[in-house]
């Protein structure tokens, strides 16, 4: 990335760096040549009326502004009779002269009075006007060596070479550097990904002082904690699940041994083994279900078949789930449930929810067993809110950022032995938003806790 980032803007640089310099060749070049036939046609513009009309008596005069032209501006200038015979001239005549006076003449096509014109004959730029002089037609002819305007043409040139040539040179070390400044906290974001990537989640992605690199290691950062946060609750899934998988096909085996060996022929014992079985088989098949329906419903693979149900009655029906654990394990729910409440969700997502999160208040209620179960109408918002509280020990406003995160489970804010995988709530948590209810807890230290979920209420029989 470095070298092609070098590459880039070198390539960049020399690029502009040519175009300028060529368009400054082409300006100066145009520049000097309207610059010298503004300047000749200042001098003969200016001779011209000097000349124009004098008499011989002023030859003098005539003789000494065109040499005076001729010294502080590099030009020849000449005084041609009809004959094409230098009068007044301030060099001497050049070998080639009568092709000079031909070539002028073919300029100027025929003395006219006040005609001046400007024309090229290839090493000089001529300027030639009709003029009078001791009361004969003549021309007065200013030649500057165009060598004179070249010559300072390619000496800018040169100036313009060597500092196109230092320009390049300076951009190339910048751009060397502005390409490392850039690549640098690339390659040391690179350098932290594949340490990361080998498991070490110490990694600190640095910031960088362009913004879109410093927003980049932040949302390395935050990916990295997420990445670790799921990586430790993998690891303590596999820990729970290991285990809870391990005691019911403990037991299922050795009850399984027991009936063979010892109670197969003892009906009653052997029916009391049996039961053992079959509920060790069902908290087997749950474990299953909980780990099969978190990763089922994450992956998007459930649809939601929406309908209106009576929801009180369906309050009641999982209700009534739970009453074995009243009868075998003096739990203790209270219920306040208004009658006839309606709601448009799915009935076997909703059933989980509802189902997750009084087990959840099971799992986490204090020493006393009490469950408080409540599904109250609000009109006025045309919400039906349902709440679940335990007496349990209640969950830290820290655990609270975690408690929906999936194979998170509290180690430390309940007294019993808690089975389950850790997947219930983060189960509870996607059905909820895959519908855009809301939920949420609220919870006291010392005095438990209380989940809720808002359902919207409708006006309608139950049906399909």
């Known amino acids: 990335m470095q070298v092609l980032l070098w590459r880039y803007f070198a390539i960049f640089t020399v690029l502009i760096i040519a175009v300028v310099s060529l368009v400054c060749f082409g300006t100066l070049s145009n520049a000097y040549s309207a610059q010298a036939r503004d300047r000749i046609s200042q001098i003969g513009t200016g001779l011209t009326l000097l000349i124009d009309g004098k008499s011989s008596q002023f030859t003098g005069e005539v003789g000494g502004e065109m040499n005076r032209y001729a010294f502080t501006d590099g030009v020849n200038v000449y005084l041609i009779n009809e004959l094409g015979n230098a009068e007044i001239y301030t060099n001497a005549l050049p070998s080639d002269w009568y ?178 079985i079959i509920d060790e088989a069902d908290r087997l098949t749950g474990l299953v279900n909980d780990i099969l329906n978190a990763s089922k419903v994450s992956a998007g693979l459930s649809e939601l078949n929406k309908k209106v149900f009576n929801l009180t009655e369906f309050l009641y029906g999982i209700m009534n789930k739970f009453d074995y654990l009243q009868e075998t394990s003096d739990y203790k729910f209270f219920v306040d449930i208004d009658p006839n409440l309606y709601t448009l969700a799915d009935e076997e997502k909703i059933y989980q929810v509802i189902y997750n999160l009084i087990s959840n208040a099971v799992n986490y209620t204090g020493a006393d067993k009490c469950v408080y179960v409540s599904l109250k109408d609000c009109p006025e918002q045309h919400r039906i809110k349902f709440a679940v509280r335990d007496t349990g020990k209640g969950i830290s406003d820290e655990e609270k950022e975690h408690i929906w995160d999936r194979y998170y489970r509290s180690k430390d804010a309940h007294a019993r032995p808690v089975k389950g995988t850790g997947l219930g709530l983060n189960i509870v948590k996607i059905i909820l938003q895959a519908h855009n209810f809301d939920f949420g807890v609220n919870s006291v230290i010392g005095e438990g806790s209380t989940f809720y979920v808002d359902f919207p209420e409708v006006s309608s029989t139950p049906g399909e």
């Open 99 to 276: 092709v000079v006076v031909g070539d002028m003449n073919s300029a100027v096509n025929g003395w006219t009075e006040n005609r001046a014109v400007i024309f090229s004959d290839g090493s000089m730029l001529n300027y030639a006007s009709c003029v009078t002089f001791n009361g004969r037609e003549c021309y007065l002819l200013v030649r500057y060596p165009t060598n004179i305007m070249l010559e300072s043409v390619r000496s800018m040139q040169l100036y313009i070479i060597i500092i196109a040539a230092v320009a390049i040179i300076v951009a190339f070390i910048i751009s060397y550097m502005l390409a490392q400044r850039i690549s640098r906290p690339i390659r040391n974001i690179s350098e932290t990904a594949t340490r990361m990537a080998k498991g070490d989640y110490s990694v600190q992605f640095a910031s960088a002082e362009f913004e879109e690199i410093a927003q980049l290691s932040e949302s390395l950062n935050y990916a990295k904690d997420e990445i670790k946060k799921s990586d430790d609750f993998q690891r303590e899934l596999l820990a729970n699940v290991s285990h809870d998988l391990r005691t019911p096909l403990t037991m299922i085996k050795a009850y399984a041994s027991m009936v063979k060996e010892i109670s197969g022929n003892d009906p009653q014992k052997r029916d009391k083994h049996l039961q053992v």
